[in-house]
């Protein structure tokens, strides 16, 4: 069963930091983009980042750039992305989703494969 697993969300103070990570299951991310979405209430998706599969060129939304950082472990297939400085207006379900492509598109989606997400909440 093709399976994206997300784990690593909670909640945190502003300025805090945490680390999500994205297993993927039933198949290889060897070949795909990845992408990291969230989904705030009341809110359109968003883009988040994406790592290439083709030679790991990363891409950040205006809002995360110099925050977040994308990586990928092939040998382990999984994704992460790492959160610093959050801000209350991170909060949101994050979800990790593969492009059809090995390269990112910049077009945020449509994805071939999406994970149920984990909640990001930033808080005092």
């Given at each position: 069963?093709?399976?994206?697993?997300?784990?690593?969300?909670g909640?945190?103070?502003?300025?805090?930091?945490?680390?999500l990570?994205?297993?993927?299951?039933?198949?290889?991310?060897?070949?795909?983009?990845?992408?990291?979405f969230?989904?705030?209430?009341?809110?359109?998706?968003?883009?988040?980042?994406?790592?290439?599969?083709?030679?790991?060129?990363?891409?950040?939304?205006?809002?995360?750039?110099?925050?977040?950082?994308?990586?990928?472990?092939?040998?382990?297939?999984?994704?992460?992305?790492?959160?610093?400085?959050l801000?209350?207006?991170?909060?949101?379900?994050?979800?990790?989703?593969?492009?059809?492509?090995?390269?990112?598109?910049?077009?945020?989606?449509?994805?071939?494969?999406?994970g149920?997400?984990?909640?990001?909440?930033?808080?005092?």
């Amino acid at each position: 069963q093709v399976q994206l697993v997300e784990s690593g969300g909670g909640s945190v103070q502003p300025g805090g930091s945490l680390r999500l990570s994205c297993a993927a299951r039933g198949f290889t991310l060897d070949y795909y983009a990845i992408v990291w979405f969230r989904q705030a209430p009341g809110k359109e998706r968003e883009g988040v980042s994406c790592i290439s599969s083709s030679d790991g060129s990363t891409y950040y939304a205006d809002s995360v750039k110099g925050r977040f950082t994308i990586s990928r472990d092939n040998a382990k297939n999984t994704a992460q992305l790492q959160m610093n400085s959050l801000k209350p207006e991170d909060t949101a379900v994050y979800h990790c989703a593969t492009e059809p492509t090995s390269s990112c598109s910049g077009n945020w989606g449509p994805y071939e494969y999406w994970g149920h997400g984990t909640q990001v909440t930033v808080s005092s």
